[in-house]
């Protein structure tokens, strides 16, 4: 688990800017928290390094993918031992069409966010993957109908 890293208000605005302008220039960002390029490069290196930034990359939109439908798989195992865990985990990890995995407190023990292109790709991806996987006992489906919130970001604490 990652340590909690010290932010100050300057360090929150950096972080707020590269969620929402990732491919902004460091030149571009230093201005818009009034840092010189260096400062600003030095700090978005440091933040990096320890692991408050995770990574760049760009969002894609599913549609324009081909992949038109989405849903959330909830999944149970029928063992919680170690290597039917680790099973799971490995058939999950190499399965294209699941977007994420979450490991989850309740009745059922995680839940998959999958992308597919339609009903019968989800159909295929649910009988020849998931069902198919040992050591799923139960599977409980729910298809996205319309998206009302997709987070750019993660909420930022307060300075």
Known sequence: MAEIVE???????????LQTQGRASNADLAAQINL????????????EAAGV?????ARLDAR???LGLQAFVRVQLAEHDSPAI???????????EVVACHALTGDMD???HVAVRDLDHF?????????????????????VLRTVKDAAGLPLPAA
């Open 86 to 96: 680790d099973r799971f985990a490995a058939a999950v990890t190499s399965w294209d």
């Open 123 to 143: 159909s295929r991806f649910l009988l020849d993957k998931l069902l198919a996987a040992s050591g799923v006992s139960d599977v409980n489906s729910s298809f």
């Open 36 to 47: 010189s390029p260096s400062a600003c490069l030095r700090r978005t290196q440091r933040l």
């Open 64 to 66: 324009a993918l081909g």
């Open 7 to 17: 932010l100050d208000r300057t360090d929150l605005r950096l972080l707020a800017l």
């Open 110 to 112: 995680y839940l998959l």
């Open 53 to 57: 930034i995770a990574g760049y990359g």
